[in-house]
């Protein structure tokens, strides 16, 4: 059996956001397609892009990002396999719930499909997808994808203090103050500690996270 160390090294690894329950998997916020431009302009969200500060601006942590990116586009299908035998192995001992890109973006269509064969493959986990790329989305189905019950793609409205009209997928903003207010983004508490997890629930229609 392949060693979970191979299978990170394979991976690219994952990450592991303070407030998250469980882990995650991320790549450098420079490589977003739609973002990229985004944050060029004042008053969208990522133009105060909580991943291009802090923590993740530090080397090792950018190395890591760079690291995931690079992994996965040296070969896709191996990528896939690799992070379903990570996430049955090490990420379900911590958590059900899994996020994917803390930094980043959807980067294909491919990556996209993939990534829903990834969670087809681990019905008993729950993942959550934050995006801006609802063109991709719409693009995979078009070409007769189906998203599996247990990925909630989560479309991302651009500008600040707005919440995104109707996009057929639940969504998410910053700073409207609509829709269910992220505990976790409003003070010093974690996903657990607040008991919620609204943000992998397609029921609920759009989170609002606090800017920072």
Not at 2 to 13: D, E, F, N
Not at 32 to 39: P, Q
Not at 65 to 87: F, I, S
Not at 142 to 147: A, Q, V
């Amino acid at each position: 059996m392949v060693t979970i160390a191979k299978l990170w090294t394979k991976t690219g690894g994952l990450s592991d956001p303070s407030k998250m329950p469980g882990f995650a998997w991320s790549i450098p916020s420079k490589k977003c397609k739609r973002g990229s431009a985004l944050r060029k302009i004042p008053g969208t969200v990522c133009y105060m892009c909580f991943a291009c500060k802090g923590r993740y601006v530090f080397d090792n942590v950018q190395n890591a990002l760079a690291k995931r990116l690079a992994n996965y586009l040296a070969d896709p299908l191996a990528w896939q396999n690799a992070m379903v035998q990570l996430l049955w192995r090490k990420a379900l001992n911590r958590s059900e719930y899994f996020r994917w890109f803390d930094s980043g973006d959807v980067q294909s269509v491919e990556m996209l499909i993939r990534i829903g064969q990834i969670a087809k493959k681990i019905p008993v986990m729950k993942f959550w997808l934050p995006t801006r790329e609802l063109g991709m989305v719409r693009e995979a189905m078009r070409r007769g994808w189906k998203k599996p019950d247990n990925l909630c793609i989560r479309i991302s409205e651009d500008m600040v203090g707005k919440v995104k009209g109707d996009c057929g997928f639940p969504t998410s903003s910053v700073d409207a103050n609509e829709g269910w207010l992220c505990p976790a983004s409003r003070g010093e508490v974690t996903c657990a500690q607040a008991n919620c997890y609204r943000c992998w629930d397609e029921t609920v229609e759009n989170v609002d996270y606090k800017g920072h």
